[in-house]
């Protein structure tokens, strides 16, 4: 089983990557965990990805197909199957991969994106709070504490992060749409994109997901 997740920032992506990997018992790689395993073993293409970073740079497309190529390349990725999640990015990252896979004797499964409207994830983002002190995660609408303000688990003051605000927000949401519609076209002719409903329920959206792979 080899699956690209996607889906705009708030969908709820990282926490069904997690219940993914614990149904199919497949291995979740993302594009940050390849990299900080490179620079980790110290490959060649870990510490030119690394002369980059520390520079604040962005990587460039060279040294990350080289870094996917490396992790996909490893016995586990072909023994237990994997789940990618922020890769690829673009239709020349999507090009590379499907090269990565044909020359490891692997095939893409599904490409699943967990879909949601863009004024539903700003509402979710703008009325997110974090306690200072545990990190736990409330809503104002979905999930409110009991006393405003306060964290219900540990009595810490709860705040709206800097990069939760709307017009954040708006600006991460247009950079994703411009730069995945492509991609979203491209695996829709591949015969393998499967949209799912982000708007559900955490459960609801967990058993769509498992239904398209269990077809």
Known sequence: MQIILMGPPGAGKGTQAVNLVKRYNV??????DMFREAVKEGTPLGKEAKSYMDAGKLVPDSVTVGIVRERLSKPDCKEKGFILDGF???????????????DNGMALTAVLNI???????????????ICKSCGHSYHVKFN???????????????????DDSEET???????YESSTRPLIDYYKKAGVYKEID??????????????VLDA
Do not use: W
């Open 27 to 32: 291995l979740h790689i993302s594009t940050g």
């Open 198 to 211: 982000g708007r559900q329920e955490i459960a609801k959206v967990e058993a769509d997901l498992a239904a």
């Open 144 to 162: 409110p504490t009991k006393v405003p303000g306060v964290c219900d688990d540990c009595g810490g003051e709860t705040y709206q992060r800097a």
């Open 88 to 102: 690829p990015r673009t239709v020349e990252q999507a090009d590379a991969l499907a090269e990565i896979l044909k």
């Open 169 to 175: 927000m708006k600006n991460r949401l247009s950079v």
């Open 115 to 129: 879909s949601v409207p863009a004024a539903d994830l700003i509402e979710r983002a703008v009325g997110r709070r």
